[in-house]
């Protein structure tokens, strides 16, 4: 599946997020790993906004993704990491 693809059903799914999905194994490999940064996931446990990525990919987790390694952030969150 395209990366371009997921970062939108992402994006689409989840109010005010930036997703960035790359192919770290390479081009020709299916497994994906995915940024995602969203005012949604304030007050949420990890478990829950991993769940909000899933609930926004649908079924493409099961028919169309292998492989997804996530990493959640609220923006504040985000911004701590990169200062």
């Known amino acids: 599946m395209d990366t ?3 970062e939108r059903l992402i994006e ?3 109010k ?3 997703a960035t999905v790359t192919q770290p194994r390479g081009e020709d ?3 994906l790993a995915a940024v995602v940064v969203a005012p949604a996931f304030e007050d949420e ?3 829950a906004q991993h769940e909000q990525v899933y609930d926004a990919l649908g ?3 099961t028919t169309d993704i292998h492989a997804l390694e ?3 952030y609220t923006p504040e ?3 701590e990491r990169s200062a």
């Open 4 to 6: 371009t693809e997921v």
């Open 12 to 14: 689409s799914g989840i």
């Open 16 to 18: 005010d997020a930036d």
């Open 29 to 31: 490999d299916d497994h």
């Open 45 to 47: 446990t990890l478990v």
């Open 59 to 61: 079924e493409h987790m």
């Open 70 to 72: 996530l990493k959640t």
């Open 77 to 79: 969150e985000y911004a």
